[in-house]
Structures are given as C-alpha cells and as structure tokens.
C-alpha cells in the first residue's frame, strides 16, 4: 500500500514565525514531491515541487527532501494570516503521472 | 480559458439516479486528470488522460465510473446508479505533457440523498 503520511494538525503559528510542515511517505520508488495549498472550499494550488535531495526555495517557502529518511518538508518564513490554510503533500511513482495525496495538515496562523 | 472549467459547480443526485460531470481544461493541455476529494481528506485520483488516450484508470473504484475525452479537449466523468459514498468534490486537473504541476478546476461537489 503506497502511503503518504501527515499530521492533520491544526498546526498554529503566530504572525511572523516559520510553520513547519511535514509528510512522510512509505514507497521508496516514490519521484517527485508537491505541496499544495488548500483554501477552505477551495482547491489546490501548487506551491512548489522537489525532486532531488536537499532543499529547494522559492520565496518564503522551502521545501526539504530526504530520501534515505523518507520524508519532505515545508517551510513557511514569516508567515502570515493568509497562509492559514491545509497544506497537501503528494508524490508521484516512477512511471506514473498519478499524484499520491496525503490527507493535508491544517494551518493556523494567529494574528 | 484561462483555467480549468468545472461545470456544474453543485450537483445533487438521488440515489440511483446517473450524473455526468464535465471538464474544460486549459487550452493546449494535453494532459488531464480526475480526482475525487472526500471531507476533510486529501484527493484521490481517478483517472488520466494524454490527449484522447485514456492512459491510466486504476483509481476508478467501481465500473460505475467511466471517464472520456473523446476529442482529446473536453472529459466527462460519469457516474451510473450515485450512492452516497460517492459523495464528494470532484477535481479535474490539466498540464501540459511533461509538467508535473497541475492546475486544478474549481470542481464539482457531488452530494447523493
């Protein structure tokens, strides 16, 4: 069973600080990694994608991946109340363009 | 379009009753693909296409579901004799050949009674 693991929080935050977020996947023929930001009602959007080891930045937003350990990682620097939102993990599986959803982690963050 | 087009936005159905659910995606997308999202989970995926080539439908969960591109532009996710598991948002998303990140359509919210 291909599985994509994350805390469904809410993760709360204050104004300002980084909000931390994590997923955990189970197939290690797993490719490629997204988050996604998801409003209340809404739907996804693409925040950022990673592939390789290491870190990969895109304006506030960082995204980490470890292989050997299995997991992918978000950073938001300075966040803002307009972040508040669930943020969805998902990989892809080598020869597929299916993406693999984990089931999101909601995030707070106070003003 | 500047988007992906979902139509229509809400739908209900009574149990037992078919539903067919469009999608528009964004001009010279090729690629195209359908999830369904349940509360409070994350989307599951349905099926996709490149072109008018359906490619991969492992995630339909029963032979009620059918999907088509018959011109490769505009699908239609149809949903024969509705129970209320299916019940859900469904996401249709497009990219181009090789791009990785969808854009996903504002969706159909499938509510069986």
């Known amino acids: 069973q291909k599985e994509v693991e994350q805390n469904s929080g809410p993760l709360s935050v204050p104004e300002g600080a980084i909000a931390s977020l994590n997923c955990t996947y189970s197939d290690r023929g797993s490719q490629s990694f997204f988050w996604y930001r998801q409003y209340s009602g809404k739907s996804p959007e693409l925040i950022m994608f990673?592939?390789?080891?290491g870190d990969k930045e895109d304006g506030r937003f960082t995204a980490q991946l470890n292989k050997a350990s299995q997991y992918v990682s978000l950073l938001i620097r300075d966040s803002q109340p307009s972040d508040s939102a669930t943020y969805l993990c998902a990989v892809t599986y080598t020869g597929r363009r299916a993406l693999t959803f984990g089931s999101g982690t909601r995030l707070q963050v106070q003003p | 379009g500047a988007g992906v087009s979902q139509s229509p936005r809400y739908k209900v159905a009574k149990r037992g009753q078919d539903v067919a659910l469009r999608c528009d995606p964004i001009s010279g997308h090729v690629s195209l693909f359908w999830y369904q999202q349940a509360l409070g989970q994350g989307p599951e995926f349905l099926t996709y296409f490149q072109n008018e080539a359906q490619l991969d439908k492992s995630g339909l969960p029963s032979d009620r579901f059918f999907a088509e591109r018959p011109e490769g532009s505009v699908s239609t996710l149809k949903i024969q004799r509705t129970q209320q598991e299916d019940s859900a948002v469904y996401l249709c998303?497009?990219?181009?050949?090789?791009?990785?990140?969808?854009?996903f359509g504002s969706g159909t919210r499938l509510t069986v009674v």
């Open positions: 998303a497009s990219s181009s050949r090789d791009d990785y990140g969808y854009t």
């Open positions: 990673i592939y390789s080891n």
